[in-house]
């Protein structure tokens, strides 16, 4: 088979394409023929070295993807051969990821995509879509189900990015009233295909009053992309005992914020990394996911607010590239 490899943490150039053995599965484990993969900001941190260290010989990039199963291992009662699944951190744990025309992965971490669905979809969940489920289930609500956020108003900032479109659409399934940021037209039509009620434009006029005026008594929960810009516009906006989700470091490494004005709206402050929240909560976040998808709620594409980008394997470092110079929408890795 053909993969993407790297022998050392370094810049995009540090990534080859090369031939190698097909792996069979493990115990608990299947083999996927990836179709397509997903390329996230986390796939090129760490492989730069940003977020992780290369602690083995190679390492092949990929946390997302999407494709069909071709063997199972042993133990594995839940899937079939020629089912087809999306995957999610498949590089956690392990030096293979999705850059690659198979790999294997422990059999949880290959979700049934519904019928229907594309494999575009399927890559693009992963790290956006259950990094937004996590971001919506930290505070008074435990589940993204229709009716769940029923009567909740909920503010996502970044709209047109890949966690904020998934955080909106999700939000709007649940019955939320939302309100997305965005920071240009043309990511706020981006926003407004996703199914956002309300566009404010952060860098006009007052945002902190426009969103007022649309949520007199406040948002019940931000979705925030970049605190160390966002906090002071946060509290001015957020409601009382109101929770604050931070999946991300936009704009700045430090947050600094008045204790006494801040602890008397009784806020919560929830920190979000995918790779550290636990089994149960991953598990639900790709059973909510799921359902969104099989009920058409969950999309991609630009009609739905997330141009895609393709590029082929032997294309992976400027896929890379793309990702870390900001490329809106999401950026996919054509395999078959």
């Keep these: 088979m053909r993969a993407v490899v790297y022998?050392?943490?370094?810049?995009?150039?540090?990534m080859r394409l090369t031939e190698r053995?097909?792996?069979k599965p493990g115990p608990g484990e299947v083999l996927v023929r990836l179709v397509r993969a997903g390329v996230n900001p986390t796939d090129w941190k760490v492989r730069a070295g940003v977020s992780a260290t290369l602690t083995t010989p190679e390492a092949t990039p990929g946390q997302d993807g999407a494709g069909v199963i071709e063997e199972i291992g042993e133990g594995v009662g839940t899937h079939v051969v020629g089912q087809q699944v999306w995957l999610f951190m498949v590089q956690h744990g392990q030096a293979w990821g999705t850059a690659a025309e198979y790999v294997t992965v422990p059999a949880h971490k290959a979700v049934e995509l519904p019928a229907g669905a594309s494999y575009d979809l399927g890559a693009s969940l992963g790290v956006p879509a259950m990094t937004a489920h996590r971001a919506l289930t930290c505070g008074a609500v435990e589940r993204v189900a229709p009716g769940s956020f029923e009567g909740l108003t909920i503010l996502v900032h970044g709209g047109a990015g890949a966690v904020g479109n998934a955080a909106i659409q999700l939000a709007v399934w649940a019955g939320a009233t939302v309100i997305t940021t965005v920071s240009s037209?043309?990511?706020a039509a981006l926003a407004k295909a996703a199914?956002?009620?309300h566009i404010v434009n952060y860098r006009e006029g007052d945002p902190a009053t426009e969103?007022?005026?649309?949520?007199?008594?406040g948002v019940d929960q931000i979705v925030e992309v970049a605190p160390a810009d966002n906090n002071d516009l946060d509290r001015a906006v957020v409601a009382k005992r109101g929770t604050i989700a931070i999946y991300a470091n936009?704009?700045?490494?430090?947050l600094t914020l008045p204790v006494r004005a801040t602890f008397s709206l009784n806020l919560r402050y929830q920190f979000i990394q995918l790779y550290g929240i636990e089994d149960v909560q991953l598990e639900a976040a790709a059973e909510d996911v799921t359902a969104a998808v099989a009920a058409g709620a969950l999309r991609v594409g630009q009609e739905a607010?997330?141009?895609?980008h393709h590029y082929r394997l032997?294309?992976?470092?400027a896929a890379h590239d793309a990702v870390e110079a900001g490329a809106v929408g999401k950026v996919l890795i054509d395999l078959e």
């Design 7 to 14: 022998s050392e943490n370094g810049p995009s150039s540090a």
């Design 21 to 23: 053995p097909v792996p």
């Design 185 to 187: 037209p043309e990511k």
């Design 195 to 197: 199914g956002a009620h």
């Design 211 to 217: 969103i007022r005026e649309i949520a007199p008594d």
């Design 250 to 254: 936009n704009g700045g490494d430090e």
């Design 305 to 308: 607010g997330v141009p895609l």
């Design 314 to 317: 032997e294309e992976t470092a």
